[in-house]
């Protein structure tokens, strides 16, 4: 039974439950190697084959999604065309700045500035545009969180005289614990050795 | 499963594209609860922690500062919206994103205060948050991988196969780690000892909820 306790202890430290985590995802996905994989060919977010944008020599492979502004639609498949009215008419639309990029450069789809999250994005998510939203507001969130802390440094402790002596009292306190387990575990060590000389 | 049985019968959809977000009474019900309770969040003060102290008679009042008051503020009412967002979704995408929005916000929340193990609990947790991302979008993406569609009304209607078994499993696991339930709950409970209590609860109650919502997730399209 005592060990068990200890099992439970341990889970109540904050600091091994990464750990913890870290080591079930793994269990789980050494497992996935023995689940059958494939892919099912019915997809309606398809893909063009592999280097074939490329060959044809597009600026903006492997993104090409075909059509001209204002003239033809590309090709975008929907799970709800009904709730899609115009399907494939922005497949061809890029800000000014995307349109001088791929002027420049050849490679200008698999460049860090064309994609995910960048100037080509919009284009490819006409029918998922919600998800877009969603995805922009992750890194608000994050850039907001962050950009407060910077401003307000709310872990500034060099100016309070209660914050330091509290800090003195601490790393005291913890040096003193880690001096004991160190104590502690050479005294087993000494004890081990002993008992092996004993033999 | 179908969207019916479990449920109950649908009362309407809200198309946005492919993203179609549909009602029915046990999301109405999760999504107006949540909305009520973000919305008292919204109009309540926090609380001040009174401490005695040792030796005298004095007491020290742990307050939270008008700043951080509002930060919290916004970063709690962001999170009842995530987590009503998520409860009415109809996507498994959009689910994700959902989480990913919540987990990043209830770091932010706990991120303004002065206490170091609340910190430190926070950061522990925000690794955790971190690691999520590979089974919650891998999760979905190999459901996705294994069907073509990330719908739940079409999901619902295709027999369950072991990859997608397996990747709705590599998503419990995400959203496990994320909610922070049991084994991974000491990091986001130790999270909580801090005073600011009503923006503290959203970060449990946002976990409750996604909970609930994903296990309904799970029988439709297991």
């Known amino acids: ?199 | 499963m179908l969207i019916e049985d479990l449920g109950g019968s649908i009362m309407g959809t809200i198309p946005l594209g492919d993203i179609v977000l549909y009602l029915n009474p046990l999301h109405i019900f999760l999504f107006v609860t949540i909305l009520v309770f973000t919305a008292l969040i919204a109009i309540s003060r926090t609380e001040t922690q009174v401490e005695a102290m040792f030796g005298s008679l004095d007491e020290n009042k742990v307050a939270v500062g008008k700043k951080e008051f509002k930060q919290r503020r916004f970063l709690a009412i962001i999170c009842g919206l995530a987590t009503a967002g998520a409860m009415i979704t109809g996507d498994l995408f959009n689910f994700t994103l959902f989480m990913a929005l919540i987990g990043i916000v209830n770091i932010g929340i706990v991120s303004a205060v002065k206490q170091v193990d609340v910190l430190n609990s926070a950061y522990q947790y925000g690794l955790i948050a971190m690691m999520c991302g590979l089974p919650l979008f891998g999760g979905a993406a190999m459901i996705l991988a294994a069907t073509g569609t990330l719908s739940l009304f079409e999901l619902a209607t295709i027999p369950a196969s072991p990859m997608m078994i397996f990747g709705a499993l590599v998503m419990l696991i995400g959203v496990c780690g994320e909610s922070g339930i049991a084994p991974f709950f000491a990091s986001k409970a130790e999270m909580f000892r801090t005073p600011g209590s009503p923006f503290i609860l959203i970060i449990h109650l946002s976990s409750l909820f996604i909970i609930v919502r994903f296990v309904e997730i799970l029988l439709t399209i297991l």
Do not use: H
């Not at chain 1, 090409?64 to 799970?79: M, Y």
């Not at chain 1, 005289?161 to 003195?168: G, P, S, T």
């Open chain 1, 1 to 199: 039974m005592p060990k068990i306790a200890k099992l439970w202890n341990k889970l109540a430290d904050p600091k091994n439950i990464p750990r913890l985590f870290a080591l079930i995802l793994g269990l789980l996905l050494i497992a996935g190697f023995l689940i059958p994989v494939g892919l099912n060919t019915d997809q309606i977010y398809t893909r063009p084959a592999p280097q074939s944008q490329m060959d044809a020599g597009l600026a903006i492979a492997p993104y090409d999604r075909g059509g001209e502004i204002l003239e033809s639609p590309g090709v975008t498949e929907a799970q709800y065309p009904e709730n899609s009215q115009n399907l494939g008419w922005i497949n061809s639309y890029m800000t000014p700045i995307a349109e001088v990029l791929k002027g420049i450069s050849p490679y200008f789809g698999t460049s860090i500035c064309a994609s995910p999250g960048g100037v080509i994005d919009e284009s490819l998510y006409y029918t998922r545009g919600f998800d877009t939203i969603l995805e922009s507001t992750i890194l608000m969130m994050a850039f907001i969180i962050a950009s407060w802390l910077a401003i307000n440094f709310t872990m500034d402790r060099k100016k309070g005289k209660e914050d330091i002596k509290e800090d003195v009292k601490r790393a005291i306190a913890s040096s003193d614990r880690i001096a004991s387990e160190v104590e502690m575990s050479n005294r087993k060590a000494r004890e081990k050795q002993a008992k092996k000389e004993f033999r």
